[in-house]
């Protein structure tokens, strides 16, 4: 994984080195964003690999599912055993054959196989079958029970790989997002606020009916991603707003080519949905953010005994000077993948999805788009990177409309 793949990106070793030069930092507080995908999340991993080599460690990470366990492990391990304990639990949650099959069949059966295979066994350390789900899909058995699935191997799984005290109480901000079952209403739980413990990651990954609504303070609560799946708007609602530089890594697609078969029309069906309308929410963003920079502006020109007015300073105040640089990090599209790569846990889905985040983050680090310049009325920086697997590398640069 990552480096010991052999990419042809810059070394670790320069980027380090480089970690002082005038501009190779971001700007601002360092954020991670970690959308939902299940074993896409091996992508999350690189990326954070690659950060972590160049010396950016994330001062805030904010995910929703495998994004909040991914976030989990960050931040409940101190900085020199994020990654191994990172590459620990992809290791435990990669699909094993067990009576070896795969080995005996073509590869293009193999990975079909491998997803049944997990439908029907679950996911080592993260999910096993839930015996409740034998009386029907019809069958009273509550909230907690009404799912396909169990996540109490993940819960043990947490337990040993995250220092949840740590978490508590160490210097990164987490974030996690989850839908209330009973209301419909999105929540992000933030270590800033509240004690966070292994139910919220498992209530951030609870996706229905595959798994059962956690409970937290009494609520029931579903995977964030049924509502919000990218939860960049928690950094970007955030208050007392600061500069920030926010690496927002993208696990599907919302931009792809017109589907032949009711199999693709799957695929696209889940990509759009669990893109979440992202362009939308940061598009309006940063038109409350280019009004805040607006006011800011004006109040240059207000009268300083204008300005002592308790109304006037009211209004003054919903101004600010904060820009923020978005880096869009997007996981790309294996070749032979379709609408079950959310379950893809095989060895070689995970290492190519890992290696391709660990080499995207590289160049967009190299790249250093937060140097580029911006207009003094823009709050919000857009830089869109288009992963190097598969494609040349594309950059574009969305600075104002």
């Known amino acids: 994984m990552g480096n010991a793949e052999g990419n042809e990106a810059v070394r670790p070793q320069a980027l380090a080195a480089r970690a002082g030069e005038d501009g190779f930092r971001p700007p601002g507080q360092i954020v991670l964003v970690l959308q939902g995908g299940g074993a896409l999340g091996a992508y999350h991993a690189g990326v954070f690999e690659a950060l972590h080599e160049a010396g950016i460690e994330p001062d805030w990470v904010i995910g929703t599912s495998i994004g909040a366990i991914n976030a989990a492990l960050i931040a409940g391990n101190p900085p020199a055993r994020r990654l191994a304990r990172l590459r620990e639990f992809w290791r435990l949650v990669e699909w094993r054959d067990a009576f070896g099959f795969a080995a005996a069949v073509p590869s293009w059966l193999a990975g079909p196989f491998a997803n049944f295979d997990t439908l029907v066994r679950g996911v080592s350390g993260f999910f096993d079958f839930n015996p409740y789900a034998l009386f029907g899909v019809g069958a009273p058995l509550g909230l907690d029970h009404a799912a396909f699935y169990r996540t109490m191997p993940l819960r043990a799984t947490l337990a040993r790989l995250v220092d949840f005290d740590l978490l508590e109480h160490g210097p990164m901000r987490v974030t996690v997002g989850a839908v209330n079952a009973r209301t419909g209403a999105m929540r992000y739980f933030d270590s800033r606020s509240e004690t966070l413990t292994?139910?919220?990651?498992?209530?951030?990954?609870?996706?229905?009916?595959?798994?059962?609504?956690?409970?937290?303070?009494?609520?029931?609560?579903?995977?964030?991603?049924?509502?919000?799946?990218?939860?960049?708007?928690?950094?970007?609602?955030?208050?007392?707003?600061?500069?920030?530089?926010?690496?927002?890594?993208?696990?599907?697609?919302?931009?792809?080519?017109?589907?032949?078969?009711?199999?693709?029309?799957?695929?696209?069906?889940?990509?759009?949905?669990?893109?979440?309308?992202?362009?939308?929410?940061?598009?309006?963003?940063?038109?409350?953010?280019?009004?805040?920079?607006?006011?800011?502006?004006?109040?240059?020109?207000?009268?300083?005994?204008?300005?002592?007015?308790?109304?006037?300073?009211?209004?003054?105040?919903?101004?600010?000077?904060?820009?923020?640089?978005?880096?869009?990090?997007?996981?790309?599209?294996?070749?032979?993948?379709?609408h079950t790569k959310d379950i893809d846990f095989t060895p070689r889905g995970i290492r190519e999805r890992w290696t391709a985040g660990y080499a995207d983050t590289q160049d967009a680090i190299a790249r250093r788009p937060w140097l580029c310049e911006v207009d003094p009325l823009e709050g919000i920086v857009l830089h869109d990177h288009e992963s190097k697997m598969g494609s040349d590398t594309n950059y574009e640069v969305r600075n104002g409309q």
Request: net charge negative.
């Open 198 to 338: 292994a139910e919220h990651m498992l209530a951030s990954g609870a996706l229905p009916p595959a798994f059962a609504a956690v409970r937290i303070d009494g609520e029931p609560y579903w995977d964030g991603g049924i509502y919000s799946n990218t939860p960049i708007e928690a950094v970007l609602d955030d208050n007392p707003r600061r500069s920030s530089t926010v690496f927002n890594v993208h696990l599907w697609n919302p931009n792809g080519s017109e589907p032949q078969s009711i199999w693709e029309v799957l695929g696209r069906q889940k990509e759009i949905q669990y893109s979440s309308r992202s362009d939308s929410h940061v598009n309006r963003q940063r038109q409350l953010h280019r009004l805040r920079h607006v006011i800011n502006t004006l109040a240059l020109h207000v009268p300083e005994d204008k300005r002592r007015d308790q109304a006037v300073r009211e209004l003054l105040s919903w101004g600010c000077s904060t820009t923020i640089h978005v880096v869009r990090l997007l996981a790309p599209r294996l070749e032979g993948e379709d």
